[in-house]
Nanobody, 121 residues
Framework: QVQLVESGGGLVQAGGSLRLSCAAS????????MGWYRQAPGKQRELVAV???????KYADSVKGRFTISRDNAKNTGHLQMNSLKPEDTAVYYC???????????????WGQGTQVTVSS
């Protein structure tokens, strides 16, 4: 099992910045990927950003150029730097991981509890 601990959410004004962090713990062999999803009231959960163990990244078009995802493999932690925040970024943000428990094994997904990000105008 993989357990995720999130931090960094809060209230900021439009144009401000926040840095979300996610720490993974457990008996996994490796974390294959780490990412962030978000869900606003009345909307579907959407992928914000994802990063693989090799450093390859992918972003939603709505955040491209403003958000940066990173990870520290030695510490099993991930970060999402959010700049130029907009009111439409307001949502609950969830850390997401894909963990492998043996070499060449299948990956399994886990979710954090979520952290609230609120951007005021």
């Amino acid at each position: 099992q993989v357990q995720l601990v999130e931090s960094g959410g809060g209230l900021v004004q439009a144009g401000g910045s926040l840095r979300l962090s996610c720490a993974a713990s457990g008996s996994f062999f490796s974390i294959n990927a780490m990412g962030w999803y978000r869900q606003a009231p009345g909307k579907q959960r959407e992928l914000v950003a994802v990063i693989t163990s090799s450093g390859s990244t992918k972003y939603a078009d709505s955040v491209k150029g403003r958000f940066t995802i990173s990870r520290d493999n030695a510490k099993n932690t991930g970060h999402l730097q959010m700049n130029s925040l907009k009111p439409e970024d307001t949502a609950v943000y969830y850390c997401y991981t894909e963990a492998r428990f043996s070499p060449q094994g299948y990956t399994y997904q886990y979710w954090g509890q979520g952290t609230q990000v609120t951007v005021s105008s």
